[in-house]
């Protein structure tokens, strides 16, 4: 039984809590939050204590692995000092929103020796690792081209567009680690496209709500990103990889499979799964299971501290491939 302490107590902390008080492998032994009122109802809801301090989280003999889903402007703290306190660690993306600091954090960390997965739920998801064992088997031979497609519901309100770190570091981060995943190589040139075609304020902000990258791998398969921070329909998550001798595709998710047909519509079928936390539900357990292996069988965590930084760096390029009008060309270590 891994004993956990978990930072962050917001939405996606919250649903964090759930899961691991959900999983027969582990239990939640503390919660912090800068907010006590926040880590106070988590605690109350799984019968756990509320710490007031970073510090007591880190310090207790009763917590063996912490869970990071705080602001992000907190996770090279905290995973700095959660890897000096001898925990296994599990930290949402991105690591920072500043690759300086976060090579500085990988430095600091290195002689500890840290079990550090990084929070890309999507490697995790049924149906994308699926894809990607077909492509790593050659089921359709040389992959060409990959398609990924990301729209949100709807856009965030704007204080959280102010420290979110933009639409490439923030949300599409998930879709550069993803291609990364699927590809099974590091993309060598990236070009990108946007606009601000959702919400004038998210402009105002000095940030994009729509946009495209491109990118090519050595290899020369391309893939194509296209994200919007709206998507009227529900929650829009697919992917197409397309090869020599075929084709592999993830389509969205839904409530159920049934097909409606009546004198007012035809094959009509459920909306999309809302957002994040319900189509990656499955997702997001799998992702701890992967973790609770690391520190009980020793096996290497699926997704590293290291992918979270070429992630990173690939969300860089875009911007700087965005605000120059050239593409960017990568040489990796």
Known sequence: MVRFGLFGCGRIG?????????HP???LRMVYDVVPAAAEA?????????????????E???????????STDTHVDLITRSAKAGKAILCEKPIDLDIARVDACRDEIAPHKPILQLGF???FDPSFKAVQAGLAQGEIGKLELLVITSRDPGPPPAAYIK????????MMIHDFDLARFMLGEDPVAVSAMASVLVEPEIGRLGDVDSAMVTMKAASGALVHINCSRRAVYGYDQRLEAFGERGMLQVDNRRATTVRRYAADGTDTRDSLLD???ERYAEAYTAEL???IDAIEKGTPVPVGFEDGRRALILADAALQALKTGTTIDLKWE
Not at 14 to 22: F, L, N, S, V
């Open 289 to 291: 299971d992967a973790f």
């Open 42 to 58: 988590v605690a109350g809801r799984h019968g756990c204590v509320a710490a007031t301090e970073v510090d007591q989280l880190l």
């Open 60 to 70: 207790s003999g009763e917590v063996d692995a912490v869970l990071i889903a705080s």
């Open 25 to 27: 492998r582990a239990e």
């Open 14 to 22: 919250r649903m964090h809590a759930d899961t691991i008080a959900a």
């Open 121 to 123: 739920n999507r490697r």
């Open 163 to 170: 420290v979110s770190g933009g639409l490439f570091r923030d």
């Open 275 to 277: 957002f994040f936390i």
